[in-house]
């Protein structure tokens, strides 16, 4: 399945950067943020089918109605803690044990990576376990989630929100640099089940590319980046993910 020189250049001690989107946690049962189909499991049926999540994850949709996006968010918070990594999630903590170089670039969310066991990984989006304040950014572990409102801020009283990152909003910019810098200087790139239209993280595929990069894509289905990559895996990334690493390292 995998071809000989994609095998032998993974082999050898090549710069590796894999950036992940939520495809990587479809399998987990969450659900992806463009796909049509709810993931079997992730209970989608219900009051939350009715929205897009691209609606929801702004920050014009939380001024308009926050109590709504804090609701989604809080639902999306307790659909992660009730879900667990999935062979994806442990195939790329191998490539971190076995390859030298190998710096794991996330879109999601989730934590799944770091519960897997991943260590080095830039989470481009922010981590939606964390919670802050919206005007003065600080963090809280504990509110009260028993309000008709959403829960505020015990320094300023501004409103409680997820630390992550909506459209219109700056990523971390030490996260972002260090993925550009990765991108930039790496040998072979991966794009794992993410759709590759929401920008910077999009970019990196090609930054990677116009760098001499080899691209390899991972993904259910093809995407803008599929005509640029050398090789194109298509299916699901909890079953090609562990096919390689048995493939290369095994
Ligand atoms: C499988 C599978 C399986 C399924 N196996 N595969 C340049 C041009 C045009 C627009 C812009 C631009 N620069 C910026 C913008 C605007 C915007 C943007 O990109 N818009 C486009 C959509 C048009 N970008 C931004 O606003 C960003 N901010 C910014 O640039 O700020 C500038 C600024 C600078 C300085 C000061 C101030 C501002 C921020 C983007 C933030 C994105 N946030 C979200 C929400 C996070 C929180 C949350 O989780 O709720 O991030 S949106 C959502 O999209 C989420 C995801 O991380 C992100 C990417 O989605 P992803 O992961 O690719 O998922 P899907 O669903 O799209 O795709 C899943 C894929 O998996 C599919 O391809 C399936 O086929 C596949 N799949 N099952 C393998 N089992
Ligand atoms: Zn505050």
Known sequence: MFPSDLVSLL???PKLVALTGAGVSQESGLRTFRDSHPSPGSGQAGLWAQYKPTELASPEAFARDPKLVWDWYAWRREAVKGVRPNPGHYALVEIE???PQFI??????????????SQNVLELHGNIQRVRCADCYTFTE?????????PRCKECGGLLRPDVVWFGEALPRAQLEAAVEASRSCDVFF?????GVVQPAA???????????VVVEINAEPTPLTPK?????E???????PQLVRAVWG
Do not use: C, P
């Open 235 to 241: 299916g699901k990334s909890g079953e090609i993910l």
């Open 142 to 150: 504990t509110w009260d989630d028993d309000t008709e409102t959403v």
């Open 191 to 195: 794009s794992i089940g993410t759709s």
């Open 97 to 99: 044990k076995r390859a």
């Open 104 to 117: 794991l670039i996330t879109q999601n969310v989730d934590n799944l990576h770091r519960f897997a066991g």
């Open 203 to 213: 970019s990196l595929a090609f930054a990677a590319h116009n760098r001499g990069a």
């Open 229 to 233: 990559a050398e090789y194109v895996f």
């Open 11 to 13: 082999r050898g001690t």
